[in-house]
């Protein structure tokens, strides 16, 4: 199995900054890529940004420029640094993966989400 466990939510006035964590744990051979996502109340879930296991980057085009996303040195972690944060941003943030199991499955594997409120 694999887990994914994200820390780093919170509330912030518009301006701020924040910087989400998510960690992956378990039966894991590789980690193709890892990515944020985020759902705010009544919308759908949308991509923020993705780094591959070479380090290519992709963000949305409403969060370039304020977020960077990055990966640890045990590359089993990845984070989110979020600045200049709106009050657009506020939603529930959930870390994904994309991990080769130890059995040489292939798995997306999704956090359980972290409350990101930017007041305004």
């Known amino acids: 199995q694999v887990q994914l466990v994200e820390s780093g939510g919170g509330l912030v006035q518009a301006g701020g900054s924040l910087r989400l964590s998510c960690a992956a744990s378990g039966s894991i051979f590789s980690i193709n890529f890892m990515g944020w996502y985020r759902q705010a109340p009544g919308k759908q879930r949308e991509l923020v940004a993705t780094?591959?296991?070479?380090?290519?980057?992709n963000y949305a085009d409403s969060v370039k420029g304020r977020f960077t996303i990055s990966r640890g040195n045990a590359k089993n972690t990845v984070y989110l640094q979020m600045n200049r944060l709106k009050p657009e941003d506020t939603a529930v943030y959930y870390c994904?993966?994309?991990?080769?199991?130890?059995?040489?499955?292939?798995?997306?594997?999704w956090g359980q989400g972290t409350q990101v409120t930017v007041s305004s």
């Open positions: 780094i591959t296991s070479g380090g290519s980057t």
């Open positions: 994904n993966a994309g991990i080769t199991t130890a059995t040489m499955s292939f798995l997306s594997s």
